[in-house]
Each structure stands twice: as structure tokens, then as C-alpha cells.
């Protein structure tokens, strides 16, 4: 079945590049999108890719995605303390339109 | 972007009575809704699947008798957490779309049964 899996963890140093990556399973995946979730919040888009391509930059973030090997991933440039969160991806089927999530990875931002 | 609302953002009950949780899709049509679950430290879980006008389809291991879907309308639909237990506490989520579209996602309902 669909399946995303993503590290659950990654600390880095205020001010470093932070690279989140994801792999999925479904090679009918149609968009590819990223969520940050602060703590007692909801989720929030960040950015999401077309299938089709494989790049897209906005601002800080920049997303890669493989598609032949059904690699995902964020590069958060300048990382800040307020970037400390846990960052979702998600794969969306065309057959459904349902997303399918990863477990989350917390980023932890040090000063 | 579209904006989905979601209320209420947190909700304390007592054990045994029901909860209505509403998801509206502000300035765009939405035939299709999407019910998350998502416990503590953990991913969200698609729940179910509602449909304009017809009946919400559930994913394996979701008790349709216990999360009542309702979609009357093409911006609106609702939750009903019904007969809660404390085991029912957690993070439910909305989100709207269609097929070739992106995802938008309310704000999340916390439910606490007490």
C-alpha cells in the first residue's frame, strides 16, 4: 500500500541549512507537498511540488524530489529559531485526492 | 488561498455525550472533505472521506457509527464524535480539495473526554 517515511529528528544550529528528507511508495503520486505544525496548532502549507518537476524554490525553502527514486526532500536555508517545529510531508494520489502523511520530523533549532 | 474553517478549536466533554465538529470551506467549493485523526507525537491518520451529498467513505478501522460524517452542502461538513470515551481524546483535522488540486487544511479540533 502507500506508504511515506521521513527521520523523526534533526537538530541543527541557528543559522545552518536544514535538509528534512522523505521517501514515498506510491508512483502515482500527483503532489508532493510539505507541512510545518507548531506545537498545539494545525498544519501549515509550506510549499508543494507537481509531480513533474523536480525543483521549486520559495524564499528560504527549496524542495528536490526525485522522482525515479521517490525522494523528497526540504532544504531550509538560514535556519531560525522560529523554524523549530515538526514538518510533514505528504504524498497525494490522483485516483483519490486523499493525502497520505509521513511521520513527522521535529526539527530543533539551537541558538 | 482558500481558507478552511474549523470550529471549534478545542472542546472539553464528558464522557458518554457527543461532539459536533464543523469544517467549512470559506471562498471555494469543496465536494470533497478529508476527516484526519491525529494522536500525540504522532501523524495524522485519514479518517474518512466525505462526499457532497452522499455517503462519507470510511478507512479500515474507522467505526462509522461512532464518527458520524455529514456533507449537506459545498462548503460544509461536520463530525459528530458520538457516545465519546477518553480514548476518543486527540487532534481531528479537516482539509479540502479535489483530485489535482492542493490540500487546504483547517485549523484542527482538540478534543478532550473527560
Known amino acids: 500500500g502507500e506508504d511515506v517515511e521521513q527521520s523523526l529528528f534533526l537538530s541543527v544550529r541557528e543559522g545552518d541549512s536544514s535538509v528534512i528528507n522523505c521517501t514515498y511508495t506510491d508512483s502515482s503520486s500527483t503532489y508532493l507537498y510539505w507541512y510545518k505544525q507548531e506545537p498545539g496548532a494545525g498544519l501549515q502549507l509550506l510549499t508543494y511540488i507537481f509531480s513533474n518537476m523536480d525543483m521549486k524554490q520559495d524564499q528560504r525553502l527549496t524542495v528536490l524530489l526525485n522522482k525515479k527514486d521517490k525522494h523528497l526532500s526540504l532544504r531550509i536555508a538560514d535556519t531560525q529559531t522560529g523554524d523549530s517545529a515538526i514538518y510533514f510531508c505528504a504524498e497525494s494520489s490522483s485516483n483519490t485526492g486523499k493525502l497520505i502523511f509521513g511521520q513527522g520530523t521535529t526539527l530543533q533549532v539551537k541558538p | 488561498g482558500a481558507v478552511v474553517s474549523q470550529h471549534p478549536s478545542r472542546v472539553i466533554c464528558k464522557s458518554g455525550t457527543s461532539v459536533k465538529i464543523e469544517c467549512r470551506s470559506l471562498d471555494f467549493q469543496a465536494t470533497t472533505m478529508f476527516w484526519y485523526r491525529q494522536f500525540p507525537k504522532q501523524s495524522l491518520m485519514l479518517m474518512a472521506t466525505?462526499?457532497?451529498?452522499?455517503?462519507?467513505?470510511?478507512e479500515q478501522g474507522v467505526e462509522k457509527d461512532k464518527f458520524l460524517i455529514n456533507h449537506a452542502s459545498l462548503t460544509l461538513s461536520t463530525l459528530t464524535v458520538t457516545s465519546a470515551h477518553p480514548e476518543d481524546s486527540s487532534f481531528y483535522i479537516c482539509?479540502?480539495?479535489?483530485?489535482?488540486?492542493?490540500?487546504?487544511f483547517g485549523q484542527g479540533t482538540r478534543l478532550t473526554v473527560v
Open positions: 482539509s479540502a480539495g479535489s483530485m489535482n488540486t492542493e490540500a487546504f
Open positions: 466525505s462526499n457532497e451529498g452522499s455517503k462519507a467513505t470510511y
